[in-house]
C-alpha cells in the first residue's frame, strides 16, 4: 500500500461543505454548547453514553451525524480537506466531536475500518460505529517500559493457537475504554521487543472472555466518554476472522489511522481554540483597565494578533497536510509538521487567552479553563511533539543525503 485514498467515497455530487460548516455551527451553538456549560465540560456529570445517544440522535435528525463515513454506511464521505472546516465548527464546543460522531478514537477508527476492514468486518464494526449504536477503542500504548512513544517495544503477543489467535498482554491511556463495544488491539506477532514491524491488529468485542478493562487513569481533561482506561488481555482468543487486514502488516495500518487522526485532532482543537480567543477579545474589548480597553493596550494587542497568527497558520498548515492525504501521499512529513505546530500553537492561543481574561480566564466563569485542561494532553497523544520533531529532522537529514549523493 504505498498511497491510500483518504477519501472515503467520491460521489459525483460533493457535499456543499460551506453549508455543512454553518449548519454544524449552529447545532453546537444552539444544542451542545449549552450542555457543556451547564456541566463546565465534564461529560461524565453531563451523562456520559446517555449524552452522546441524545446529542447523536439530535444530529442525526439534521443530516450531521458522521459526515466522514462512508456514504453506504450513512455518512457523507467527506475528504480530508473538507472535513477540515466541518471538524472545526464541531471543536466549538468540547462535547460537538461527539455530536457529530467525529470525536477520537471512533472518528480514526471509523476511517481505518472504512480503509483496511473487510466486507464482513465493515457490516459487523464499521456500520454500527457510524450509526453511534456502539462506541470504540484503540489499543496500542502499554505502561512502561513497554510501547508508548516508541511502538517498537510492543510487548502484546498475540500467538497462533486452533482457528484463531490468543492474545496476551496490557495497555493504558486507552480512551472510551469503559463501554466500548468493541476493541482495535495492536499486538506482537513477529519478532522481539525492540525490532520494527511485526504488529496486527485485532477486532475484539468488549465482552470478550480474556478482555479486562481496569482503572480509568486519572487524567486532566474530561471531555472523552469511557475515560483513558488501562486494559488487560489474559488469553484473549479471537478468530481468524478478527485479523484487521493483513498479519505482520498493523503497523502500516497504523499509519493509516493515525496521520489522519492527528490532522482532525488539531481540526476539533483548532475550534476549541477559536473560542477561547473570541471569548477573549470580547473580554478585552469590554474591560476597561489604565484609562483604556484593555484590547486598545499594547501588550494586549500583541496577544490577540499573537492569537491570530497562531491560528491563521495552523489553518494553513492544515490545509497542506489534508491536500497531501488527499492526493493519496502517506503526508507523513505535512502531518507530523501540522501536528506539531498545530499542538503547540493551539496551547499558546488558550494560554493567551487565558491571560487576557484575567481572575475570570482561570475560573468556570468562561470556557477558557476548562478549553486548555482539554488541549494540554493533545502535545503528548498522537505522538508527543518531540517524537514528531525527530521523525522531521530525519527526513529532512534523508532527503538532503539523497541530494547530495545523486
Ligand atoms: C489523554 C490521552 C489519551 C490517550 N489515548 C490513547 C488511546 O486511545 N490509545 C492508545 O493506544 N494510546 C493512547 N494514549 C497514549 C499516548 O499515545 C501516549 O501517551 C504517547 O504515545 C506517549 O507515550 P508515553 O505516555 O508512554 O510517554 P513516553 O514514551 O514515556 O515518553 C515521555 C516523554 O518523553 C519524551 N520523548 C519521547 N521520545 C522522545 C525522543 N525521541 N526525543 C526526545 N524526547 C522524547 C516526550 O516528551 C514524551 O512526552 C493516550 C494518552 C493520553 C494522555
Redesign the pocket.
Known amino acids: 500500500m504505498s498511497s491510500v485514498d483518504h477519501s472515503p467515497a467520491r460521489t459525483s455530487s460533493r457535499p456543499d461543505v460551506g453549508a455543512l460548516t454553518a449548519h454544524t455551527l449552529a447545532f453546537v451553538r444552539d444544542v451542545v454548547l449549552p450542555v457543556e456549560e451547564e456541566f463546565d465540560g465534564d461529560v461524565t456529570a453531563a451523562g456520559g453514553d446517555e449524552l452522546r445517544r441524545l446529542l447523536q440522535g439530535a444530529a442525526r435528525e439534521r443530516g450531521l451525524l458522521a459526515p466522514h463515513a462512508p456514504p453506504e454506511y450513512g455518512g457523507l464521505g467527506l475528504s480530508m480537506s473538507e472535513r477540515a472546516r466541518v471538524f472545526e465548527a464541531a471543536g466549538h464546543s468540547l462535547f460537538g466531536g461527539m455530536a457529530i460522531n467525529a470525536a477520537a478514537?471512533d472518528e480514526g477508527n471509523i476511517h481505518l475500518l472504512a480503509h483496511v476492514a473487510s466486507q464482513d468486518q465493515r457490516d459487523a464494526y464499521l456500520a454500527p460505529l457510524v450509526e453511534g449504536q456502539v462506541r470504540s477503542?484503540?489499543?496500542?500504548?502499554e505502561p512502561?517500559p513497554d510501547a508508548?512513544?516508541?511502538p517498537t517495544a510492543l510487548s502484546t503477543t498475540a500467538t497462533r493457537v486452533p482457528g484463531g489467535w490468543r492474545i496476551d498482554g496490557r495497555?493504558t491511556?486507552?480512551?472510551g475504554a469503559n463501554g466500548a463495544g468493541f476493541f482495535i488491539i495492536m499486538a506482537r506477532t513477529r519478532g522481539e521487543i525492540g525490532e520494527r514491524g511485526g504488529g496486527t491488529m485485532f477486532l475484539a468485542p468488549a465482552a470478550s472472555e480474556g478482555l479486562a478493562v481496569g482503572r480509568h487513569v486519572p487524567?486532566m481533561?474530561r471531555s472523552m466518554v469511557g475515560g483513558?482506561c488501562e486494559v488487560e488481555f489474559d488469553g484473549l482468543v479471537v478468530p481468524e476472522e478478527a485479523v484487521l487486514g493483513e498479519v505482520d502488516e498493523g503497523f502500516r495500518y497504523a499509519q493509516v489511522r493515525l496521520g489522519p487522526a492527528r490532522m482532525t485532532h488539531v481540526m476539533r482543537w483548532l475550534g476549541a481554540a477559536v473560542r477561547a480567543h473570541e471569548v477573549a477579545v470580547e473580554q478585552a474589548a469590554g474591560r476597561r483597565a489604565f484609562g483604556s480597553t484593555i484590547a486598545d493596550l499594547g501588550m494586549a494587542q500583541q496577544m490577540i494578533a499573537d492569537n491570530e497568527i497562531d491560528l491563521a497558520a495552523t489553518r494553513a498548515l492544515l490545509d497542506v497536510a489534508c491536500a497531501a492525504l488527499d492526493a493519496g501521499s502517506p503526508a507523513s512529513q505535512e502531518t507530523s509538521i501540522a501536528k506539531t505546530f498545530g499542538g503547540e500553537a493551539i496551547g499558546r492561543v488558550v494560554d493567551r487567552a487565558m491571560q487576557l481574561c484575567g481572575g475570570l480566564g482561570v475560573s468556570a466563569d468562561l470556557p477558557v479553563a476548562r478549553i486548555a485542561r482539554e488541549v494540554r494532553?493533545f502535545r503528548?497523544?498522537?505522538?508527543?511533539s518531540?517524537?514528531h520533531r525527530?521523525a522531521i529532522a530525519r527526513r529532512a537529514v534523508k532527503a538532503a543525503r539523497s541530494r547530495t549523493s545523486s
Open positions: 478514537p477503542a484503540f489499543a496500542m500504548t512502561a508508548g512513544s516508541d495497555k491511556f486507552i480512551t487524567t481533561d483513558h494532553p503528548v497523544y498522537d505522538g508527543p518531540e517524537v525527530l
